[in-house]
């Protein structure tokens, strides 16, 4: 679900944790829900065409929420403020763009494991401690594992398009940190969401164009909803009653609950190798969020429109794909 902050340690009690866990999983099972059901759209307008649906809405949303202060903001903005809202808004098409494309072609669980580890890395990387790179290690072995590159079966387009999503992600962290140093709440977001769907809109646009379909517009505008409308405001509440180590370990577990949707939306059954796969990576996410905690280093972001949508704010790697 989701890109990452950490936030201060603080003590709540344990009823607080649980709603706040409760919180965390609903996001998680809402915006992976939506990823699952955008595919469903794909046979009508393709994925870039869903994708374009799903970011334009996501920007029509969070602008018409957003409206008064975004407006004022904007008066006083520079240029550099606006182009750091632009770039924020093409990386995030970009990821959008890519996820959608990878999990055509291959299993979504797969999809948003290896999706995963840019912001993973990103994660471990600002660790600066050798030690944990045993955590990239392990999610190398769990990309070999979901993969299998030996056997020879797997689309190697899928695969290269769900690695350009883990690019984007990691670029989006680092963008994600100027946009919320130059504008207040998710203004920023909401601009960069008009900009991810002007960018988008080459690519999507014409499929839509060229066979408008009410249901699929509609069916795009109550996904936009799911996700990222849906998953932010969870997220936002989680993060009120949750620790960043607790907040930090429940986010490592977006890949095993993509798995979990398309295996019952899609029907797309993990094999014992990638289900090995999965979870390893997952084990390299909670473990580089725990690591992370506990040296107080953050690397901020706001998923906003990829593989799943707004994970609003993770301890170690989570694109709130607010991804649309």
Known sequence: MAPLTYFPQLRLPRSRNSSGAMYMIAGMLTLQVGSALAVHLFPAVGPAGTAWLRISFAAILLVAVTFRKLGRELRTATRRDLAAAALLGAVSAGMTLCYSQAVARIPMGTATAIEFTGPLLVAVLAAHRRRELVWLGAAVAGLLMLTQPWSGASDLGGL?????????????????????????????????????????????????????????????????????????????????????????????????????????????????????????????????????????????????????????????????????
């Open 160 to 324: 290269l398009w769900a690695a350009g999503a883990a690019g984007c992600w990691a670029v989006y962290i680092l963008a994600t940190q100027a946009v919320g140093e130059r504008f207040s709440g998710v203004n920023g977001l909401a601009l960069a969401m008009v900009s991810g769907a002007i960018v988008a809109a080459p690519f999507g646009a014409p499929a839509v164009v060229a066979n408008p379909q009410l249901w699929v517009i509609a069916s795009a505008a109550g996904i936009a909803v799911l996700m990222p409308l849906l998953p932010y405001a969870m997220d936002l509440e989680a993060l009120r009653r949750l620790t960043r180590t607790v907040y930090g370990t429940f986010a490592g577990l977006e890949p095993a609950v993509a798995a979990i949707v398309g295996a019952v939306v899609l029907a797309q059954l993990p094999g014992l190798g990638q289900t090995l796969g999965i979870l390893l990576i997952v084990a390299a996410g909670v473990g580089a969020a725990r690591a992370g905690s506990r040296q107080e280093l953050g690397v901020g972001e706001t998923r906003v429109v990829a593989s799943g949508g707004p994970a609003a704010a993770t301890s170690v790697a989570e694109p709130d794909r607010v991804n649309a």
